[in-house]
């Protein structure tokens, strides 16, 4: 089984690639019924750490355009 990288070191851009692997890997009919679980456990960990940075990616962008909002009078 392969050693999986800690999630705080990745990018978004890699979590979603390991994820989409991890997805081709189970689809395959080389799909190793000894591992499923881990990487069941870690295609869970990897979309729970996305949301996170969607949702937070989201929040800086909502201040920002608030901000910018009340610099320029509301009129944007």
């Not at 996170?52 to 909502?62: H, V």
């Amino acid at each position: 089984m392969t050693e999986f990288k800690p999630i705080s070191e990745l990018t978004y851009a890699q979590s979603v690639g390991e994820l989409e692997g991890i997805l081709r890997m189970m689809q395959s009919d080389n799909c190793d019924i000894d591992h499923l679980a881990a990487y069941t456990r870690r295609a869970t960990e990897l979309l729970k750490a996305c949301r996170s940075r969607l949702t937070t990616t989201e929040e800086e962008l909502r201040d920002i355009l608030a901000a910018l909002g009340t610099e320029t009078g509301g009129n944007a």
